[in-house]
């Protein structure tokens, strides 16, 4: 690694923050995207004057700036975001993927396959709104999806004067509904994303404000930990042989580590079969190392000569996950059909795959206010339930709150081959 | 930034390589498009780390219009020498000839829509069920929607009103026989993370991309190279400049930027100043407001 810093390059210290953001057409999230990638010139010319061209053609007075984030054909006709957009920008601190994705209640999966690889939610209230239905429904899914830190923008402060009062009064309410929530981490700013006030600079017009602007804090929460770097899980996805004169005997497993610690010497053992062995070596992008950790690619070598194959996971002796063929999961169904009872699905978990039914549904979760719906078990679109998944040869699993890349599933119906729903595990 | 931390570029990087590893597991016969374009040699780059100390288990394909930059060429046949692995060629001008396709004509006439049926009929050829490509979600607004695994039905067609969602890094390449996906594993790549990277890694690029003297002409707000498929137009002179490219397309199309870049470490500094996106130089792009979707929906990279 020391070549690394002998490069003459100012950007080798920057880490990756991914945040999800949702909200629907008026409540200011294209503006604020829009500001973020403006301020920090992450919008080029050419981008604007075509943004500026469709804005002045439609007959708008300013240019719309979520006109840079709806990318097909049909979400610009009818002006709204239907998928998931992956914007980029970067600072000299930190480069930030944006999963921007729409917020109304239809597009709830839209909203879950944003927050599943999302280190951050940006949550967007309305200062002359407070608290409401959308609000609650996408702090739900990030506590859901495990995202450890949430930012809630209170926005549109120019229109109440910069009143603390309101700024006050919104935070307790938020606080109080948060409290049910799973999230270690959530911060308040109050903002005006029009006028850009605590966006990039700081306000002058809330001096009462005293924490850090939105960037600031976007640049500098702390992520680090993340990631689970206590249990050893490394999913194995393939074998690599050469078959080469050179590299006759070598034995590498690939795979991307998802979650401690490994370093050569350390005692493994392979599931499901139980063997254990010692780390020979750790072989990463940057050659031989000495330790690696999630969410590293990385190709180990143990000492013995075990039988180990794609869907098998290598982890510490005295530390493994569950094998089991009765998994506890909240699942989010993103099908236009619903499941058919005792129909069969190829469930796919780290490298492995099985096949699995639905064994039992416990209830539906009404996602605005949390109730579970008892007696509602008919699964559609959008929904998210309480279920229990039997499938036909064990996995190993942990719970998503433990490990988010070994405590999520996904369900593949066999005929169309389309995902039809995804799982974090209880 | 604490120990057990990484740098953006190298969880970049661990990124793809797992996309590549799973191309590899869940696919019987993947091929690597590779353009001679420096993110098809980022890609390139990832996939022998990916497999490393082993070879590439992957035949690179190029889709060869016939339009190259000689420089592209020369250096797609060192890299392939130097790697030990296939070149698969499709050839545009053998689909002009066999009839599959007719040669655009008028002012701004380009091969570049014809690749698309050499592209699927080599898929057909050689029974491809996966395609690995350079593709990044900042490019483009509608390559922005688009997934790693990238589904394509038995027509070579994208559908992205129907795309398959993906969380995590769970990626479902399940498909019927006849249908293939395009995967591309540097989707979260930005153009800056790319050249941060073929500097941090010290990537072989073809010289294109570093400022050179070259004759060129001023055509469409760009610098068009000189070439022997390239006529002049009243008013036109051809002209000596300093100028490198941004991206790598078709000598016909591909303009350069007038740039004194002539280090990898130049490169970057102007990257990072520039006010224009990298693809305002191709002719391609600049047809209608949504040519990269009406391409993609058929098959297009």
Not at chain 2, 45 to 56: E, G
Not at chain 2, 268 to 292: F, I, L
Request: with cysteine.
């Amino acid at each position: 690694m020391t070549t690394e810093s002998t490069q003459p390059n100012n950007y080798l210290d920057m880490e990756l923050l991914r945040f999800t953001t949702a909200g629907s057409v008026d409540d200011g999230k294209s503006t604020l995207i829009g500001r973020l990638l403006y301020d920090s010139k992450s919008i080029f010319e050419d981008q604007l004057d075509s943004v500026e061209n469709t804005s002045k053609k439609r007959g708008l007075e300013h240019i719309d700036l979520s006109l840079l984030t709806d990318g097909l054909k049909d979400e610009r006709e009818q002006g709204i975001t239907i998928d998931v957009a992956y914007r980029y920008f970067a600072t000299p601190r930190r480069k930030f993927i944006i999963a921007d994705t729409p917020g109304h209640i239809q597009y709830t999966r839209n909203m879950v396959t944003g927050a599943s690889t999302a280190n951050l939610a940006l949550i967007l209230i309305d200062a002359r709104k407070g608290v409401v239905e959308q609000t609650c429904r996408h702090s739900f899914i990030a506590s859901l999806l495990q995202i450890p830190h949430i930012i809630v923008c209170i926005n549109k402060m120019d229109l109440v004067d910069y009143d603390e009062k309101v700024f006050e009064e919104i935070r307790e309410e938020y606080e109080q509904f948060a409290a049910k929530l799973d999230v270690k981490d959530i911060r308040f700013v109050p903002i005006s994303a029009l006028k850009g006030d605590n966006v990039v600079n700081k306000s002058q017009n809330m001096s009462w404000y005293e924490g850090a602007t939105l960037l600031y804090t976007l640049e500098t929460i702390h992520i680090g930990s993340d990631y689970n770097h206590i249990d050893c899980r490394f999913p194995v996805q393939t074998v690599i042989r050469p078959h080469s004169d050179k590299h006759h005997d070598y034995r590498g497993y690939a795979g991307r580590i998802a979650g401690g610690i490994f370093k050569p010497g350390d005692e493994v053992m392979a599931m499901p079969s139980g063997l254990t062995s010692r780390i020979e070596s750790i072989d990463s992008p940057v050659g031989k190392v000495e330790e690696a950790f999630a969410p590293m690619s990385v190709t180990l070598t143990l000492e013995d000569d075990i039988d180990i194959s794609r869907g098998d996971m290598i982890v510490r002796t005295n530390n493994s996950a569950e094998p089991t063929q009765d998994i506890e999961v909240m699942l989010c169904w993103f099908n236009q059909s619903g499941p058919m009872s005792r129909a069969k699905y190829t469930i796919m978990h780290t490298s492995n795959e099985a096949k699995a039914i639905i064994k039992e549904i416990y209830y539906k979760v009404d996602i605005n206010t949390l109730h579970r719906l008892e007696e509602d078990k008919d699964i559609k679109m959008n929904d998210i339930s309480r279920v229990k998944l039997r499938t036909t040869k064990p996995l190993l699993v942990d719970s998503y709150r433990k490990n988010r890349s070994t405590g999520s599933i996904i369900l593949i119906d066999d005929t169309s081959h389309e995902t039809v729903a995804a799982g974090m595990i209880i | 930034m604490s120990k057990y931390n990484l740098t953006h570029l190298r969880e970049l990087e661990a990124e793809s390589i797992y996309v590549i590893r799973e191309v590899f597991a869940q696919f019987e016969n993947p091929g690597i498009l590779f353009s001679g374009g420096k993110d098809s040699i980022v890609v390139t780059h990832l996939a022998k780390k990916a497999f490393a100390p082993a070879r590439i288990p992957f035949p690179l394909v190029h889709i060869d219009t016939g339009h190259n930059f000689p420089e592209t060429i020369a250096f797609r046949d060192n890299l392939v020498a130097e790697l030990g692995v296939n070149l698969v060629i499709g050839s545009v001008q053998e689909s002009i000839d066999e009839g599959r396709v007719q040669e655009e004509r008028g002012k701004d006439a380009s091969r570049n829509w014809l690749q698309i049926t050499t592209l699927l009929d080599t898929v057909e050829r050689k029974r491809f069920d996966a395609l690995i490509g350079g593709a990044r979600r900042d490019e483009e607004k509608a390559r922005a929607k688009e997934r790693f695994f990238s589904h394509r039905d038995d027509f070579g067609q994208w559908d992205p009103k129907n795309q398959r969602p993906e969380l995590w890094n769970l990626f479902n390449g399940k498909h019927h026989s006849g249908e293939h996906f395009r995967v591309f594993p540097i989707s979260n790549w930005t153009e800056m993370d790319i050249w941060q990277y073929i500097l941090l890694e010290q990537i072989q690029i073809p010289s294109l991309y570093i400022a050179h003297e070259r004759e060129v002409v001023w055509r469409n707000n760009t610098w068009l190279p000189k070439s022997e498929f390239l006529e002049l137009r009243p008013g036109e002179e051809i002209v000596n400049k300093k100028v490198r490219f941004r991206t790598l397309g078709d000598i016909t199309i591909t303009g350069g930027i007038e740039s004194t870049a002539d280090t990898l470490e130049k490169i970057v500094g102007e990257v990072s100043a520039a006010r224009q996106t990298e693809r305002g130089n191709r002719a391609d792009d600049k047809r209608s407001d949504t040519s990269m979707e009406d391409r993609k929906k058929e098959g297009y990279f």
